[in-house]
């Protein structure tokens, strides 16, 4: 069925708890199981090294190579369309990567061979999560009027993260029970089914048709604007976020295996902490920022949580306490963080070409993850074993490498005081296109 009205706030609010389950059920539970990765590398033979560009993989190649679904919508035309071509892809890549698991328990070749062939794989995988998020973002902003987006996208964020949580508990309950590299095919077995059902999902959202734009034209006005100043603000913003993060959730998992004997079963529940306290935070700051405004929220999530990172290194002297109390401040980030991020971008980029700008960016901020992440797993190779007695504790490798990814992490915040200084222009809505349902 297609009409040129828009959709109602009932349809919407309808849409918002499909988008989120959609969410849960194509990315929630193979977040859920990314604490499995530094395990699995290490099971095939991998090293410092090797976590290192597993972390840059997880966490920048969906931005390098988000710039597919901007092609993908001018293929598919339609949001809902390409999207189902991103899933089915992504579930075909996940039976391969159980086949690859089951066959290396199995067999007695080169532990080198399959760990090669699980990072690609991954990465692969990696680079369709990146083309899903660019056509959510860009479904979002098509489908939604910008002064719903904070409710539109907090109720769906909120249903992914009460579906996540509910995934990191029965993956915590599983995970040993699920030991060994069988044991983790059948949890990426898992992972596989659901992207399988998110599809159908997918079929009852309502969708709009893509504006997607070409990358290259001789036409002015059907390509992307590389002049356009807030997109290089955002794109330093991002890059000053995530670098220090990334580098930081690199190495996190290990150092909790390594420092405090950790087992995974704890490691994950201790993650879902965050997703806990996202349920809250997007319920109030999806509100708050439809009426203030998306900047100003995303400034100061973003200072307290950079600054949190802190608390990894006190862990040097107050054991896991710290480490708690960043997962419980650190709730602030995640879904809520993306989620004003989300909304920032399409405030400022115009809706001709949306999808554009936004795998544009996310691609160059991709470049700098992956180059930045793993320099970060060459400099923990290099520093490794280092360790002083200070102030009656053992401060090593693990802690000056925390402090360091704090410090880069707060630069973020100068993009965005610029940004505030820059006057916006005032981008018109799409009015009267199809809404198909």
Same mark, same amino acid.
């Given at each position: 069925?297609?009409?040129?009205?828009?959709?109602?706030?009932?349809?919407?609010?309808?849409?918002?708890?499909?988008?989120?389950?959609?969410?849960?059920?194509?990315?929630?539970?193979?977040?859920?199981?990314?604490?499995?990765?530094?395990?699995?590398? *290490?099971?095939?033979?991998?090293?410092?090294?090797?976590?290192?560009?597993?972390?840059?993989?997880?966490?920048?190649?969906?931005?390098?190579?988000?710039?597919?679904?901007?092609?993908?919508?001018?293929?598919?035309?339609?949001?809902?369309?390409?999207?189902?071509?991103?899933?089915?892809?992504?579930?075909?890549?996940?039976?391969?990567?159980?086949?690859?698991?089951?066959?290396?328990?199995?067999?007695?070749?080169?532990? #080198?061979?399959?760990?090669?062939?699980?990072?690609?794989?991954?990465?692969?995988?990696?680079?369709?999560?990146?083309? &899903? &998020?660019?056509?959510?973002?860009?479904?979002?902003?098509?489908?939604? /009027?910008?002064? &719903? *987006?904070?409710?539109?996208?907090?109720?769906?964020?909120?249903?992914?993260?009460?579906?996540?949580?509910? =995934?990191?508990?029965?993956? $915590? *309950?599983?995970?040993?029970?699920?030991?060994?590299?069988?044991?983790?095919? #059948?949890?990426?077995?898992?992972?596989?089914?659901? +992207?399988?059902?998110?599809?159908?999902?997918?079929?009852?959202? /309502?969708?709009?048709?893509?504006?997607?734009?070409?990358?290259?034209?001789?036409?002015?006005?059907?390509?992307?604007?590389?002049?356009?100043?807030?997109?290089?603000?955002?794109?330093?913003?991002?890059?000053?976020?995530?670098?220090?993060?990334?580098?930081?959730?690199?190495?996190?998992? #290990?150092?909790?295996?390594?420092?405090?004997?950790?087992?995974?079963?704890?490691?994950?529940?201790?993650?879902?902490?965050?997703?806990?306290?996202?349920?809250?935070?997007?319920?109030?700051?999806?509100?708050?920022?439809?009426?203030?405004?998306?900047?100003?929220?995303?400034?100061?999530?973003?200072?307290?949580? $950079?600054?949190?990172?802190?608390?990894?290194?006190?862990?040097?002297?107050?054991?896991?306490?710290?480490?708690?109390?960043? &997962?419980?401040?650190?709730?602030? #980030?995640?879904?809520?963080?993306?989620?004003?991020?989300?909304?920032?971008?399409?405030?400022?980029?115009?809706?001709?070409?949306?999808?554009?700008?936004?795998?544009?960016?996310?691609?160059?901020?991709?470049?700098?993850?992956?180059?930045? $992440? +793993?320099?970060?797993?060459?400099?923990?190779?290099?520093?490794?074993?280092?360790?002083?007695?200070?102030?009656?504790?053992?401060?090593?490798?693990?802690?000056? =490498?925390?402090?360091?990814? +704090?410090?880069?992490?707060?630069?973020?915040?100068? /993009?965005?005081?610029?940004?505030?200084?820059?006057?916006?222009?005032?981008?018109?809505? /799409?009015?009267?296109?199809?809404?198909?349902?």
């Amino acid at each position: 069925m297609t009409t040129t009205s828009p959709p109602s706030r009932k349809v919407l609010n309808w849409a918002r708890i499909k988008l989120g389950v959609v969410g849960v059920l194509c990315a929630g539970d193979e977040s859920a199981f990314s604490p499995f990765h530094t395990v699995i590398v *290490r099971a095939l033979g991998g090293g410092d090294v090797a976590l290192g560009v597993i972390g840059a993989i997880m966490q920048s190649v969906a931005q390098l190579f988000s710039w597919i679904g901007a092609i993908f919508l001018r293929l598919a035309r339609f949001n809902r369309k390409g999207m189902v071509w991103a899933l089915a892809g992504g579930a075909l890549i996940q039976a391969v990567i159980i086949i690859l698991l089951v066959t290396a328990a199995k067999t007695s070749t080169t532990a #080198a061979l399959w760990l090669y062939g699980y990072i690609s794989l991954i990465t692969f995988m990696c680079v369709l999560t990146g083309v &899903q &998020q660019t056509i959510i973002a860009s479904w979002i902003g098509d489908l939604v /009027p910008v002064h &719903q *987006r904070g409710w539109f996208v907090s109720g769906m964020a909120i249903t992914s993260n009460i579906g996540l949580v509910l =995934f990191q508990l029965f993956f $915590a *309950r599983i995970s040993t029970l699920a030991s060994g590299l069988v044991g983790y095919a #059948a949890l990426m077995g898992l992972v596989c089914l659901n +992207t399988l059902v998110a599809i159908g999902l997918c079929y009852t959202v /309502p969708d709009r048709p893509s504006l997607a734009v070409k990358f290259v034209s001789k036409k002015p006005d059907e390509h992307v604007n590389y002049k356009y100043g807030p997109m290089w603000l955002l794109i330093w913003f991002e890059c000053a976020w995530r670098v220090g993060r990334v580098a930081l959730s690199s190495f996190s998992t #290990a150092y909790l295996l390594d420092y405090f004997g950790m087992k995974m079963s704890k490691i994950i529940l201790l993650g879902m902490i965050i997703n806990v306290v996202n349920i809250f935070m997007l319920y109030f700051v999806g509100r708050i920022s439809d009426r203030t405004g998306t900047r100003r929220p995303l400034a100061v999530i973003s200072a307290i949580c $950079a600054t949190s990172m802190s608390l990894w290194v006190f862990s040097a002297w107050w054991g896991l306490w710290p480490v708690i109390a960043f &997962q419980i401040i650190n709730g602030m #980030a995640g879904s809520t963080h993306w989620m004003l991020l989300t909304n920032l971008s399409l405030e400022v980029y115009p809706a001709k070409g949306r999808p554009n700008f936004l795998s544009f960016s996310r691609t160059l901020v991709g470049l700098v993850l992956m180059g930045g $992440a +793993t320099i970060a797993g060459y400099l923990m190779s290099g520093i490794r074993g280092w360790s002083i007695m200070l102030w009656g504790a053992e401060f090593n490798h693990y802690h000056i =490498f925390f402090l360091g990814c +704090t410090l880069f992490t707060l630069g973020c915040l100068v /993009p965005l005081w610029f940004l505030g200084k820059m006057k916006m222009p005032q981008h018109d809505e /799409p009015v009267g296109e199809g809404v198909e349902g």
